[in-house]
């Protein structure tokens, strides 16, 4: 088992000749585990969202829902059309090779992998290395494609942090009052 990071990105979501931009602080808390805290690009709280092998659970806050249930491939819908388990998903912010993937290697990093998240296949790449600063080695752009749901999911990193203390507190969220409560979509 790894030990806890945090990444902090700029998330441009484009499907369909629409896209949006939003800002993303994510904490990879174990192999299994991810949070990921979304904001508008005016910083107002668009949804919390937490992706492990058994569970998903979020928060949308300017709808004033909240959602729970089992991991699918559609759980995610309601925020965004990103169908991926948190394993794939770990690997991938980690640049690891996702288990039953075809992965390409430049000067020992990957540059691109590609595989299966349920029914549908995504392309990921990895570029624009940082020689220096928090992001040393690490790719500062990844792009999750789609290709059967003409999604891209360009995430640009502008921060990391390893051995995040604490990241236990990542894995449960407070749903304020007032907030419906659904189960997450599964069709």
Not at 152 to 165: E, I
Not at 171 to 181: D, H, M, R, Y
């Amino acid at each position: 088992m790894s030990s806890p990071q945090g990444l902090s990105a700029t998330l441009f979501v484009e499907k369909e000749n629409h896209g949006y931009k939003l800002k993303a602080d994510i904490n990879v808390v174990n192999d299994h585990a991810v949070r990921m805290d979304v904001n508008t690009s005016l910083d107002l709280p668009e949804a919390s969202i937490i992706l492990t092998q058994n569970k998903i659970e979020y928060l949308l806050y300017q709808q004033k829902k909240y959602y729970s249930g089992r991991p699918n491939s559609h759980a995610l819908d309601p925020v965004f059309p990103m169908s991926i388990d948190a394993d794939t998903l770990v690997k991938v912010l980690k640049e690891e090779k996702p288990v039953g993937s075809q992965c390409e290697q430049e000067n020992g990093y990957l540059t691109q992998c590609t595989g299966k998240a349920g029914a549908l296949n995504y392309r990921v790449t990895w570029s624009k290395r940082k020689d220096s600063g928090p992001l040393a080695g690490r790719a500062s752009k990844m792009v999750i494609d789609i290709a059967e749901e003409n999604i891209s999911l360009r995430f640009y990193f502008s921060d990391w942090q390893k051995n995040v203390s604490n990241a236990e507190r990542f894995l449960s969220l407070q749903v304020p009052p007032g907030f419906k409560t659904f189960s997450t979509p599964e069709h």
